[in-house]
């Protein structure tokens, strides 16, 4: 399992964001929370204590959109469901669903944060035949 952790500058705001999109609270502690889609985790963290300083991120933390370089992939079942329902939720849609070379399906959003995230599922799995 992976757990990708995101510093976001309102956490009530950022919860709401993915709990639309399906993401379910599995724990909280204070100003960080874990949700879940299916295997997939993100945690949540409040950037208070990384404004305020001293932090790695300080001198970042201000710059929008966060995660600049970094795209986060989650697999889902039903990509073309899933995302009529994304659409559906007026969320800012950086790439439209489509079809990839490399044999899988996928759309693109950004979160409140400005966080870039793939979600995918693979096209008809090829059988492998043995020589």
């Given at each position: 399992m992976t757990k990708i952790e995101l510093f976001v500058s309102d956490l009530a705001r950022s919860r709401a964001w993915y709990e639309a999109l399906g993401f379910r609270l599995v724990r909280e502690y204070g100003d960080w929370q874990m949700?879940?889609?299916?295997?997939?985790?993100?945690?949540?963290?409040?950037?208070?204590?990384?404004?305020?300083?001293?932090?790695?991120?300080?001198?970042?933390?201000?710059?929008f959109p966060r995660g600049t370089g970094v795209e986060i992939s989650i697999e889902v079942e039903a990509i073309d469901e899933f995302y009529a329902r994304v659409r559906g939720l007026g969320v800012d849609i950086v790439k439209p669903i489509q079809d990839r070379p490399w044999k899988a399906r996928d759309f693109r959003v950004a979160d409140p944060d400005g966080y870039f995230l793939r979600f995918t599922t693979p096209l008809r799995r090829e059988r492998v035949v043995d020589a």
């Open positions: 949700l879940a889609l299916g295997d997939n985790i993100i945690d949540l963290q409040g950037d208070g204590h990384a404004t305020a300083g001293p932090h790695y991120f300080t001198p970042e933390i201000g710059r």
